[in-house]
């Protein structure tokens, strides 16, 4: 199923297909390593849902809803 990082629930993995965002946070994402072809299990949700924490590549990333709206991902 085709959908954003931002619909993902706790604990569903997905694989990102495209980044729509600025070319400086693209940069930022690049750096750790959110890049098409990247897996990623959502395993936080911060409790106003404004912030989710994303496990990826052995680490732990947090990002904002609305960051997390534009990047497209294939559930697994």
Do not use: H, N, W
């Not at 994402?29 to 989710?52: A, E, I, K, N």
């Not at 590549?57 to 904002?64: E, F, H, K, S, W």
Request: aromatic content about 2%; glycine content about 10%.
């Amino acid at each position: 199923m085709q959908t954003t990082l931002d619909r993902l629930r706790l604990g569903m993995r997905a694989v990102v297909t495209g980044i729509d965002v600025s070319t400086e946070l693209k940069s930022r994402l690049s750096d750790f390593g959110l890049v098409p072809g990247t897996r990623v299990c959502c395993r936080y949700r911060s409790p106003g849902g404004q912030v989710t924490a994303l496990e990826l590549r052995g680490t732990v990333i947090a990002l904002r809803t609305g960051d997390m709206k534009k990047i497209r991902v294939q559930c697994l």
